[in-house]
């Protein structure tokens, strides 16, 4: 009797929002309110569409994007009621807030020392995981719109690149075979993709921005971008080491609750703040933080310690991570699918994501022992959270006025999101439950 009474509530909420921007008529008479206004509608929408998408035994991330998709689509309803809060600086703001708390948590669940120990096999398989599906993206790029500037196609092999480490690991972990070798490489491998994939975002950010005022990237130039990014996560783990330590002693002797959530909030801004100042996206630095920032270094101040700071981040990203998802979804125009190239180049986009991961199954080596490549190539296709905020940057990047990744770029790009987080969890579990799951030796 209680789960309906809730689902009723929040429609009720839902359907309040509604009445309450039909009746302003969309008009910003009071930001404070209307902002309250919009989050009442993100958040209802995004906890109906993942509870619906995680009862299907989907990740819920797909429910909030889905909600968003639809609330931005009403106005082809003749219903705009929500049209402002596509358009709202607040909303975005806090959009762009909700991201950088998703990379911090991403660097938390990344331990930095199992990554440099790996192995090999992760090491080649992220490598080829990033490079084959760029290129490929690339040329669906021009083969689809030649008449477009190279930096879209640049920026639709960038996006590709992406791998979402959460979605694999929650199907691995359901299916109880974290323990096996086809699962550490493929947890392996997705982490240090991401560090390569936000490395790569980073180059093609910057080159974009500096067509943008005019500039001409040089071969030199592209290669001090290049390692000024390699120099910033570099940097931040070296100096992370040396000085969290001592920020975090000097926090245990502060009285007050909170100490360790403000501490580490404060290392995430700072981080993405400095990241931002060199030319790159903030949330490079907030991953950086992340990923520097281990429990060995507050687990024993007796002020700080009596919770995890993932638990504490919880409730934050729980209110702000949503806002993300829905507004990026709100963003996509399901009115460009009535053009049948469009559908066609979604199509076509997703194979290229499928497959370019699927290649990466090729940098297995065999001194790895027994592993089913097969299953390798199928952990690493999700896009997820990951392929979504690589879109999100391009929405805002433009060179002369002209918009690097248009309306009917970003839906497809949506599209492609969106299938090859569905396709994988069944895909996963149907590999490893043939009678060949135990695999041929790589």
């Known amino acids: 009797m209680r ?26 008479t009071d930001t404070v309110v209307n902002v309250l206004i919009a989050l009442v509608v993100i958040l209802v929408a995004a906890k109906i569409g993942g509870d619906a998408t995680t009862r299907l035994r989907q990740p819920a991330v797909l429910g909030e994007l889905v909600a968003g998709v639809i609330l931005g689509n009403l106005v082809l309803l003749g219903l705009g009621w929500f049209e402002p809060i596509k358009h709202d600086s607040v909303i975005r703001a806090l959009a762009e807030l909700g991201v ?12 930095l020392a199992d990554m440099m120990s790996v192995g090999l096999s992760s090491l080649l398989v992220a490598t080829a995981g990033v490079i084959v599906p760029f290129f490929l993206g690339w040329g669906v790029g021009i083969w689809f719109y030649p008449q477009h500037s190279i930096y879209m196609h640049v920026f639709l092999g960038a996006t590709l690149t992406a791998t979402s480490v959460g979605i694999t690991a929650r199907v691995l972990r359901d299916l109880g075979r974290l323990a096996t070798n086809e699962a550490r490489i ?27 005022t005019g500039q001409a990237m040089s071969s030199g130039a592209i290669l001090w971008l290049v390692a000024k990014a390699v120099l910033f996560l570099g940097g931040a783990v070296v100096l992370g080491r040396v000085l969290y330590p001592i920020l975090f002693r000097a926090a245990g002797y502060l009285r007050g609750h909170g100490m360790l959530l403000v501490a580490a ?43 995890r700071l993932e638990e504490l981040l919880e409730p934050i990203a729980t209110v702000l991570v949503p806002v993300f998802f829905v507004l990026m ?22 194979l290229a994501a499928i497959l370019g991961k699927q290649a990466s199954a090729f940098g297995v080596v065999r001194a790895q022992g027994k592993v089913n490549r097969w299953i390798v190539g ?24 002209e918009r690097v990744v248009f309306p009917e770029v970003y839906s497809a790009v949506v599209i492609m999101i969106i299938v090859t987080t569905l396709v994988t969890p069944p895909a996963l579990t149907w590999a490893f439950r043939r009678p060949s799951a135990t695999a041929p030796p790589a």
Do not use: W
């Open 186 to 212: 493929i947890l392996g491998a997705a982490v240090i993709d991401d560090v390569m994939g936000l490395l790569i975002l980073a180059i093609v950010a910057g080159i974009i921005r500096a067509a943008d």
């Open 3 to 28: 789960k309906p009474l809730i689902v009723l509530a929040l429609f009720v909420c839902l359907l309040s929002g509604a009445t309450a921007y039909a009746t302003a008529g969309g008009e910003a």
């Open 378 to 401: 199928l952990g690493m296709i999700p896009r997820g959270e990951v392929g979504l905020i690589f879109a999100s940057i391009g929405l805002g990047l433009t060179v002369h006025g």
């Open 100 to 111: 950088i708390i998703l990379l911090f948590q991403v660097g938390l669940e990344s331990n």
């Open 329 to 350: 979804g709100m963003h996509v125009d399901l009115a460009t699918f009535g053009q049948g190239a469009v559908l066609g180049f979604a199509a076509i986009l997703t």
């Open 265 to 307: 909030l404060a290392s995430c801004f700072v981080s993405a703040v400095l990241a931002a100042k060199v030319g790159l996206a903030p949330i490079v630095g907030a991953f950086a933080a992340g990923l520097v920032l281990d429990e060995v270094q507050y687990r024993d101040l007796p002020t700080l310690a009596s919770h």
